[in-house]
T-cell receptor, first 112, second 118 residues
């Protein structure tokens, strides 16, 4: 079954600290993996997209990694800011389809 | 700037009312748009794929007569929740992607419509 699982479900960190969010998937055949940030009451915003051949991709303080062999991805946030408080969603696309398979998300809260 | 505009952002109405939500692609023509529903603390669930000039494709378990989708132009898709009931209360989000321009394009999401049925 095509699934995307994320951990932890929720995370609380202090401002300025780093954190890493995990994503495991069983989607096949794989096309790409995306990380989205969703602020409360808003639509998701794309952070990174990675294809099979890409191991890492950065977007400012966000760095995503992908291990297509183990079907795992991580999102590392460096020097967290209060504005990083949001849900982070891992999304995988199957090859030859536009449909996205969503993870359940990690709810991150950054406190001062 | 925003790629997708969704309107209204918030609707509160009585049970039995029909509610129309608009999704506009501002940056490019979109032959395909997607409609999602999101319940509190849950992830997005695809409801249907809206195809310009043809019938929408609904996911299993989504009533097509309940959730009417119209994609009459390349920049506008509408979702009408007919005879809404309290259990239809949810966060509805649309998205568009640059199909045909490479599969590794991000889907751009609207800011969602929060629907509350009393």
């Amino acid at each position: 079954k095509n699934q995307v699982e994320q951990s932890p479900q929720s995370l609380i960190i202090l401002e300025g600290k780093n954190c890493t969010l995990q994503c495991n998937y069983t989607v096949s055949p794989f096309s790409n993996l995306r990380w989205y940030k969703q602020d409360t009451g808003r639509g998701p915003v794309s952070l990174t997209i990675m294809t099979f051949s890409e191991n890492t991709k950065s977007n400012g303080r966000y760095t995503a990694t992908l291990d297509a062999d183990t079907k795992q991805s991580s999102l590392h946030i460096t020097a967290s800011q209060l504005s990083d408080s949001a849900s982070y969603i891992c999304v995988v696309t199957r090859r030859n389809t536009d449909k996205l398979i969503f993870g359940t998300g990690t709810r991150l809260q950054v406190f001062p | 700037g925003a790629v997708v505009s969704q309107h209204p952002s918030w609707v509160i109405c009585k049970s039995g009312t029909s509610v129309k939500i608009e999704c506009r692609s501002l940056d490019f023509q979109a032959t395909t748009m997607f409609w999602y529903r999101q319940f509190p603390k849950q992830s997005l669930m695809l409801m249907a794929t809206s195809n310009e000039g043809s019938k929408a494709t609904y996911e299993q378990g989504v009533e097509k007569d309940k959730f009417l989708i119209n994609h009459a132009s390349l920049t506008l898709s509408t979702l009408t929740v007919t005879s809404a009931h309290p259990e239809d209360s949810s966060f509805y989000i649309c998205s568009v992607s640059k199909t045909g321009k490479g599969i590794n394009q991000p889907q751009h999401f609207g800011d969602g419509t929060r629907l509350s049925i009393l």
